[in-house]
């Protein structure tokens, strides 16, 4: 068996999209930091997010049945620092982001690589975490913005690819 440390070590070496998971509902209001979200299938169109069932905002998308998968530009590091703090409100967590809504009604935040507006198909609780299968009911997204990764235990930028047709200055 792996111990937790080797485990994690081995995890450091695994970059990932930084995401922010929102929920609203009759659950309440929810948002957290994740990395660990992975696309299923296009058919239907399938997200797999894990969050710790420890965190309240998991019981928060449990009893709500939507998410939002908020994919983060570079620029949104700050908002991912906060979203991951267990010190910080619910209420502060959103204070200083502007959002919107698409279909499921879950907070889709602007200015993010893409937000994936979702409704939870099913779930499973394996070890610390429940994984959510999310079917995609509404898409936005902006190729044009950098990805904030994570790796290494750091955040880094991903730039965004030229745009098919532009011409460098």
Not at 144 to 169: Q, T
Request: charged share 20%; hydrophobic share 45%.
């Amino acid at each position: 068996m792996v111990d937790k440390t080797s485990f994690r070590e081995a995890m450091a070496g695994l970059g990932a999209a930084v995401n922010i998971i929102t929920s609203n509902g009759e659950g309440g209001l929810a948002g957290c930091t994740v990395s660990a979200v992975c696309g299923i299938t296009d058919e239907p169109p399938t997200l797999l997010v894990c969050i710790n069932r420890g965190s309240k905002n998991n019981e928060v998308v449990r009893e709500n049945g939507c998410l939002c998968v908020n994919v983060l530009s570079a620029d949104q590091q700050d908002a991912a620092i906060r979203f991951s703090s267990k010190s910080v409100s619910v209420e502060e967590r959103f204070a200083d982001v502007e959002w919107d809504r698409l279909v499921t009604g879950a907070p889709v935040i602007a200015g993010t690589v893409s937000a994936l507006d979702c409704e939870v198909a099913s779930m499973m609780d394996v070890g610390t975490h429940t994984m959510f299968l999310c079917e995609i009911k509404a898409v936005r997204t902006r190729n044009d913005r950098d990805a904030l990764i994570y790796f290494g235990r750091n955040f880094h930028s991903v730039e965004a690819p030229a745009v098919k047709g532009a011409v460098a200055a």
